[in-house]
């Protein structure tokens, strides 16, 4: 399974590139509206760091407008995927941007047929929102397994991006249904690392070795 961060904090993002796990980046509105800083700069210093794709996300409503506001997203590096909403503007737009070739990411999926949908309009990733599914009672992986199974059923290559995840079981799930991708805040991708088995084990092992006296180097 392939990690995205979902952040446009950049610092955040160049300390997790470091580790070389990260394949992607995620940003939307809300991420870009946080960091405070005007987002055409924002996402060419990500996409500088990542060479994964970057998601950057239109903000208009109609398909003219978006049209636009994503060939301008896409030139700003090649590895930006536009992010465009589950309307139906957005997927018109979904559509003739994978016609130029643009990678798109179709986000504010909240079903299994908007998620067919934006497969048949060509999508790079759909992106699922399963943790604001969770918030409202309803069962956001179950909507990861349906989506998963119904791309399989018709070898659609849109890849499943799992979004809106809030803790590492989210993560383990989507591992399990075969997900392509799951976008984390970077919180949860440090917490991925820990287990505090892995901690007491690892104070005992240099405990002994300090008493041998020894050193490797
Ligand atoms: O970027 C889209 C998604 O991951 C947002 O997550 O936590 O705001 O529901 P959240």
């Known amino acids: 399974m392939k990690f995205f961060v979902d952040t446009a904090d950049v610092a955040e993002i160049r300390s997790l590139a470091g580790t070389g796990l990260l394949d992607g980046v995620t940003t939307n509105p809300s991420l870009i509206a946080k960091s405070g800083r005007k987002m055409s700069e924002v996402i060419a210093e990500i996409c500088a760091l990542v060479p994964g794709p970057v998601s950057a996300e239109v903000t208009a409503t109609d398909h003219e407008t978006m049209l636009k506001e994503g060939r301008y997203l896409r030139a700003i590096a090649p590895n930006v995927a536009v992010k465009v909403p589950l309307t139906e503007a957005g997927l ?3 559509k003739v941007l994978a016609e130029e ?7 504010l999926c909240f079903s299994a047929n908007q998620a067919l949908l934006a497969a048949k309009a060509g999508a790079a990733f759909i992106s699922p929102f399963v943790g604001r599914l969770d918030d409202i009672g309803q069962d956001g992986m179950g909507l990861i397994a349906d989506v998963v199974q119904i791309y399989r059923n018709y070898a659609f290559k849109t890849e499943v991006l799992v979004a809106s995840i809030r803790h590492p079981v989210h993560v383990l799930q989507a591992a399990r249904l075969g997900a ?5 805040p970077p919180a949860v991708i440090r917490a991925l690392f820990r287990h505090p088995l892995t901690d007491k084990g690892l104070e005992a092992f240099l405990a002994d070795w300090a008493k041998t006296g020894q050193s490797i180097l």
């Open 180 to 184: 392509h991708v799951g976008t984390m």
């Open 101 to 107: 070739g643009t990678p798109v990411n179709v986000t």
């Open 92 to 94: 018109r737009t979904c």
